[in-house]
Every structure is written in structure tokens, then in C-alpha cells.
């Protein structure tokens, strides 16, 4: 005997309900996710507030070799919350990489706290993109970030105007950022 689609109404309909209820807690559970992964990059990069140098002077530092370390820095940031981003030395390879990860974004406003911001102007090399932080909190139209090798130590600037950023006393505007998520 063939069921009828009578008969079969009532559990399509419970299977329809649970799926959806299923696909609402998945989107549930990567907001938590994402919102988990940016609390442990501002966690990371507060907790190295003060660490420096050593010997003072050196660039060397415990995020990568001893060279430029600010880049090391905010890629180590990520590595912490379980972003598997390569340990860059260089803070335009960071927007390379966002861009092939489409992660990417060219302007000076949107970021959120986990993101990386990149001051310069543009990613071409070490002359156009100078420097790089780890945005820790936003708010009011202003960004508060972590920057590693920042007088030879972490260090915590702002909150700032992202879009004046040079005027805020950092070492060039912000021309691009590089999402968390």
C-alpha cells in the first residue's frame, strides 16, 4: 500500500519546522562564533599592552624575528583567536591577504573591534604602507587600537577619528582594513 499525501503532510511539515529551527541555530551559533573569535583578538592585543623590546631599541620581540614587528604583531593577534593567518612582517601583505580572503576593505570607516587597520597609502610596499594596528574597541565615530612597535612596544592609542588618523598623531592615514571575519 502507498502512502498518501495526506498521510505524509503532517511529518513533512515537522521536517520543514525542524530544519528551520536547525538553520536558526546555526546562524545563532556562527554570530557566537564570530563575536568569540573578535573578543579574543581584543583580549590578545590588550594583554600585550607594555610589552617591549628586548634589548630596548633592538626590533627584536616575541611575536616574529627581529626586524619591523608590527605586522607580527596584529597577524599574532589573530593566530590567538584561531585565524590561520601566515606571520607577515610586512603590513601590505596583510591587505593581500584580506583582499584574496575577501576580507578586504579600501576605506577608512566600518571597522570593528578584531580588525586590523593599515596606515599608509596603499599596499604596494614598506614607503606606502606604513604601519599597522589591531582595532580594540569603536565608538562615537572613533576607534581605539593596539599597535605593536609603536615606539618599540605595544602600546594603546586613541580613541581617534579613523578618518583623520595622521591628524591623531598616527603615522599616516588609515587607506584600508582588513575584517576579522
Avoid at 499525501?5 to 513533512?12: D, G, V
Avoid at 519546522?17 to 573578543?39: C, F, H, I, K
Avoid at 579600501?106 to 606606502?128: A, F, K
Wanted: glycine content about 12%.
Amino acid at each position: 500500500m502507498r502512502p498518501s499525501w495526506k498521510n505524509l503532510a503532517p511529518a513533512l511539515l515537522l521536517a520543514s519546522a525542524l530544519l528551520s529551527v536547525g538553520s536558526a541555530t546555526a546562524s545563532a551559533d556562527t554570530r557566537t562564533a564570530a563575536a568569540d573569535t573578535r573578543t579574543a583578538i581584543v583580549n590578545a592585543a590588550n594583554g600585550e599592552i607594555g610589552q617591549g623590546e628586548t634589548p630596548p631599541g633592538s626590533n627584536c620581540n616575541p611575536y616574529g624575528p627581529c626586524q619591523a614587528w608590527c605586522a607580527h604583531f596584529a597577524t599574532w593577534t589573530w593566530r590567538q583567536a584561531g585565524i590561520n593567518i601566515p606571520n607577515y612582517g610586512f603590513t601590505g601583505d596583510i591587505y593581500t591577504w584580506g583582499r584574496n580572503k575577501g576580507r578586504a576593505h579600501s576605506t577608512n570607516t566600518g571597522m570593528q573591534p578584531g580588525d586590523i587597520v593599515l596606515y599608509g597609502t596603499g599596499p604596494q610596499n614598506t614607503s606606502t604602507s606604513v604601519h599597522t594596528g589591531v582595532v580594540v574597541a569603536v565608538g562615537n565615530g572613533k576607534i581605539t587600537t593596539v599597535e605593536g612597535n609603536s615606539n618599540n612596544a605595544v602600546r594603546k592609542h586613541g580613541p581617534f577619528d579613523p578618518t583623520q588618523a595622521k591628524a591623531a598623531g598616527r603615522p599616516g592615514n588609515i587607506y584600508g582594513w582588513v575584517a576579522a571575519q
